[in-house]
Every structure is written in C-alpha cells, then in structure tokens.
C-alpha cells in the first residue's frame, strides 16, 4: 500500500471546467509537493508546502490552484486549462524540507484536456 | 550549475542480462543526496536508494546494486539478472543542501526487459 494516494487516477476535462485532484499521504510527513510530468520532458516541480504552508510557486498559471488543508491533504484545483496541460500530476511528500529528506511519491493523476 | 545527466535515453536488454544505468552529475557542493526513483508503467515514482556524498560504499540490495564514485561524479545502477517486472523509466535525482524542493532530476531511462 502506497503512502501516498491520489485520486482521481484518470481524468479527462473540457476547457471550460472545473475539477479538482486530491492527494492523502499516510506517512505522518510535514511538506507536500505537485510535480507535473509531461511526455518528453523533465519532471517540474509546481508546488510546495511545509505545515499546510505555501513555499514555493514554480510560476506555475494561475489556471492551477492549490490548496492544503493539512499536513496530510493537499489539492490541485483546475479550470479552464489548455490542451497543453495534459499530464501527469504527481503528488509527494516528505519528512522535512532539508536536503536529504527523500521524496515519496504518490501514483499520480493521469490528466487529459480536451 | 547543478545538474544530472541520464545519457541512456533507452535500454532493451533480454531476460536474465545484467544491465547498468548511468547517472552523472553535476555540483559545486561538498554535502549533498543521490537518489534512484523507479517509475513503472502505473506512474508512480518508487524509492530505490539515497546516498549521501560523505558515504562512497557500494551498496547491494537483491540483484540491484549501486555504485557510487565522487571521481568521477557518477552513482551508477545495476540491476543483476533483470527480470520483465524491472521494466520502467528509472530516474537519478541530486538535492542539494538547499533543500528537498531543490531536487534536481535526471530525464530518466527507459529500461525494456524482454522475456
């Protein structure tokens, strides 16, 4: 059972709505992380919190909104995204935000815009 | 400039080959972590190994193993006797002592065990 779960697992969405990808991590861990993953290109780091705390905007748009309850949920909140935003949206976590700390990812959020 | 360089874009080997992937990189920093990440078809990234700069022992897990040489800035992986299920993209990672957020992939090698 992985630590980290994300939810939902596929999603495909028109331009003009609005959805919503959920991630949970179980490992008692206090920074949460988006990464984007597209075909043929580097993963990206999009967002980072430490204590439901927003530390860092990877200038990502503003069409991607996250939220973080808690140390243990974080959200990405979509809407009127581009074709170009199709990918892979991974969500992680890790103890703490110092170099070493590893990365545990979840099993990502297969997003397709259409 | 950090960086890490994943040079084997693609690997096919045979069932039960020994096979190396490649991992440089790059950092002007004396204290830093190399990672390995598995990710298989499903999307996840698995967590195979960390390794500080201060610690250059090899390290064997099953038939994985790593080598890890500072001399030449390199943290290689070799999976011995490869098996269909190893088939994935595998990435190397470098943090720096700037924190997690600052990890620094490489763009990954697709590895393809045929039966």
């Known amino acids: ?3 980290v779960t994300q939810t939902p697992r596929h999603l495909v969405m028109g331009m003009t709505n609005k959805k919503s990808l959920k991630c949970e991590q179980h490992l008692g861990h206090n920074a949460m992380y988006w ?11 999009m967002f980072v919190y430490n204590f439901k705390e927003q530390t860092e905007n990877n200038s990502v748009p503003s069409r ?15 809407h009127t995204l581009q074709p170009e935003d199709s990918a892979l949206y991974l969500c992680a976590s890790s103890q703490a935000l110092t170099s070493g700390n590893t990365i545990y990812f979840g099993e990502g959020s297969w997003l397709t815009v259409v | 400039a950090q960086k890490v360089t994943q040079a084997q874009t693609e690997i096919s080997v045979v069932e039960k080959e020994d096979v190396t992937l490649d991992c440089v990189y790059e950092t002007r920093d004396t204290t830093y972590y190399l990672f390995w990440y598995k990710q298989p078809p499903s999307g996840e ?4 190994i960390r390794r500080n700069s201060f ?21 290689n ?37 045929l039966a």
């Open chain 1, 1 to 3: 059972e992985t630590g």
């Open chain 1, 35 to 45: 990464y984007k993953q597209s075909a043929k290109k580097p993963l990206e780091l």
């Open chain 1, 64 to 78: 991607f909104s996250p939220e973080c309850p808690n140390s243990s949920h974080l959200f990405l909140h979509l």
């Open chain 2, 45 to 48: 990234l698995v967590f195979l």
């Open chain 2, 55 to 75: 610690d250059e022992q090899n390290e064997i897990s099953g038939r994985y193993s790593w080598n890890f040489q500072k001399s030449t800035s390199s943290f």
């Open chain 2, 77 to 113: 992986f070799t999976i011995t006797a490869s098996q269909v299920v190893d088939s994935a993209v595998y990435f190397c990672a470098l943090s720096p002592p700037s924190g997690t957020y600052k990890y620094i992939f490489g763009t990954g090698t697709r590895l393809k065990v």
